[in-house]
């Protein structure tokens, strides 16, 4: 167990290391999700008032955001040149079918599943049971779409479902750990099944999730520190970009470490490592 303990400890210093260093050569993903940001905003109230055509217009912007945010983090990430701002125009349109067909696959049954609970009396436990399958199942499917080769969008699905099975332990460790506060809160088990049906809905690749979700992890820690909520709320604002990048970045690295290899295989590499 301690051998265990030490190889797993080892693995995390590695990714937060890599991290490191992969912010310092793409800080502009930085300013570029505070962009992206903007464009969603400006998307929404566009597509609002236009119904069913709106809602397929916002999630044309969504898959265009999201592709463009993963591309710049595999560029963050297997790079060693700086990451600049023509890269960010460079990103656009990468991996939008992906998404794309991701988000097609779970539509109908996230449709089925909203009207078969309206008239559920334990509906709204169910469809967070299910929704928090989904979000742990397809966790990974944002770096399985930018790392692993993959012919379709059920390739993905199925990637994702083999990885959480495999890997669960140290794939789910460092996420746990930081939701802490948001779990000890008063409301905390309505606000952790509410967040993870929210990004479990989208598989990870809802645009507005990718900020929401490290803004909902800094306001716990905040409250935890004791800092006042007007405070709390703009120091959120500020800090949520670099930490959503940094999150997906870990994730990058930490998901490039354990895919493909088994627990075995790391503890006979870990020693040259």
Do not use: C
């Amino acid at each position: 167990m301690a051998r265990i303990l030490a190889e797993t400890l080892t693995l995390y210093r590695n990714a937060f290391r890599k991290t490191g260093e992969s912010l310092a050569r793409g800080w502009v993903t930085i300013v570029a999700l505070v962009g992206f940001g903007f464009l969603l905003l400006f998307a929404t109230q566009i597509a609002s008032p236009l119904g069913m055509v709106g809602g397929l217009l916002l999630g044309a912007v969504n898959a265009l955001l999201v592709g463009a945010t993963l591309s710049l983090i595999e560029q963050s990430i297997s790079h060693t040149r700086a990451v600049t701002f023509h890269d960010i125009l460079g990103s656009v349109g990468h991996y939008f079918w992906d998404v794309i067909g991701i988000g097609f696959i779970l539509w109908l049954p996230l449709m089925a599943l909203d009207l078969s609970m309206q008239a559920n009396p334990y509906g709204q436990l169910l469809s967070y049971a299910v929704l928090l399958l989904l979000f742990l199942l397809l966790n990974p499917a944002p770096e399985i779409i930018y790392q692993v080769r993959h012919d379709s969008p059920l390739e993905v699905l199925k990637a994702s479902y083999e990885f959480v099975l495999e890997n669960w332990i140290e794939w789910f460790l460092p996420f746990a750990l930081i939701l802490i506060p948001t779990v000890l809160s008063p409301a905390g088990l309505q606000s952790f099944f509410s967040l993870s049906s929210r990004v479990g809905r989208g598989a990870g690749l809802d645009f507005s999730q990718v900020l929401v979700l490290p803004f909902t992890i800094l306001g716990g820690w905040l409250d935890y520190a004791g800092i006042p909520s007007s405070i709390s709320w703009y120091l959120g604002l500020l800090l949520t970009p670099p930490l959503a990048v940094a999150m997906l970045l870990f994730r990058g690295h930490l998901f490039a470490s354990l895919h493909g290899v088994s627990r075995r295989q790391r503890r006979f590499v870990s020693p040259f490592k």
